[in-house]
């Protein structure tokens, strides 16, 4: 069984291993494509605070059940297509307790604390594997990104008819803009690269801005009506977005963090008391695969926009090392690996 495995920032080496075998409590699956996410980037170019080396990357990922073990025997059928949430929670804690196991603070996540799917087969929990639906293999391996943008508009709790903005037009947000248009809100999306401004327009947002606009304070008050939006999401993760986040929101409105970052961000206490805007944070998904795969069933032409680009497992180095070079030509990048 072949499989890529970072040894150390950028090295990847294609090397191969004994199939699986699944435990009881296991299903075994036959890896389709994976998607390149921002973290896989992170990984390999060193910069993940807490993966470590070697370690098979890959947390997005379509796949078809090969093996089942004896526990999940009847679950599933062999050939069936399937998707799998990467996060692997304690199931005790607070956080798991209440529903919020994407949370937990002893989270591992295949793919960056455990062996991923970035080779032809691996055994997964089965409480893990989601039924695909009818998905193709493209469109499956987009339910783990469109699990990311349905939390975070889950998080802002965003309605119909409500005026939405989105910092970042990566892949992330614009998986965040598609839910956020499925729930029937109108969406204005802010980036510093105009080609993703071009494929947000073309997936439904109703207007864009470049980031470095000089009129993008006053052209998102005049698409509000003089009120400022009542939903911002951020999906960059800079500490310079935050506070813009916070600047350019309605009063009484709600601010949602995506975007990842180490650095510290400092915001002008005034605005917490006089906006009484909510902030809250957005990580990953929390249980919510089987709705992913159904609002992806729903706009499966703007979904397969997003794939820009194909590599072979045994390029998957020159895959991470493309995407990382070429920020506005790829949006996201699949590894086929059969």
């Not at 199931?91 to 196991?101: D, E, T």
Request: charged fraction near 20%; hydrophobic fraction near 45%; charge should be negative.
């Amino acid at each position: 069984m072949r499989r890529a495995v970072t040894i150390e920032p950028h090295n990847i080496q294609i090397d191969a291993t004994p199939p699986p075998s699944p435990a009881s409590d296991e299903i075994a699956v036959r890896v389709e494509c994976v998607g390149i996410c921002g973290s896989d980037m992170h990984i390999y170019s060193g910069h993940h605070p807490t993966a470590t080396f070697p370690r098979v990357q890959g947390h997005e990922v379509s796949a078809t059940i090969e093996s089942l073990g004896s526990n999940v025997a009847g679950t599933f059928v062999a050939g069936e297509r399937v998707v799998i949430d990467p996060l692997v929670p304690c199931g005790a804690c607070y956080a798991c307790r209440i529903g919020r196991s994407n949370t937990c603070p002893t989270l591992k996540v295949i793919g960056a604390h455990r062996d991923g799917f970035l080779q032809e087969a691996i055994a997964v929990p089965a409480g893990n594997v989601h039924p695909a639906g009818t998905l193709s293999a493209d469109e499956a391996v987009l339910t783990e990104p469109a699990s990311v943008g349905l939390q975070a508009v889950r998080r802002g709790v965003v309605a119909a008819g409500e005026q939405v903005v989105i910092i970042g037009a990566g892949p992330i947000g614009l998986c965040t803009a598609l839910a956020a248009i499925d729930a029937q809100a109108r969406v204005l999306m802010i980036d510093t690269v105009p080609s993703r401004l071009d494929l947000a327009m073309s997936i439904g947002a109703e207007r864009t801005i470049l980031a470095d606009s000089p009129q993008l304070d006053a052209d998102i008050l005049d698409w509000t009506d003089g009120d400022g939006p009542p939903v911002i999401i951020d999906c960059v993760g800079h500490p310079a977005v935050i506070r813009q986040c916070c600047r350019l929101v309605a009063p009484a409105g709600r601010v949602v963090i995506v975007g990842l970052s180490d650095k510290e961000v400092s915001l002008p206490i005034v605005d917490f008391t006089y906006k009484e805007m909510t902030i809250v944070g957005s990580r990953a998904s929390a249980k919510l695969f089987p709705e992913s795969v159904n609002l992806i069933e729903r706009h499966r032409e703007a979904y397969s926009r997003l794939i820009t680009h194909r590599f072979p497992l045994g390029e998957t180095g020159a895959a991470l090392e493309f995407a990382i070079a070429n920020p506005s030509a790829a949006s996201k990048v699949i590894v086929e690996i059969d």
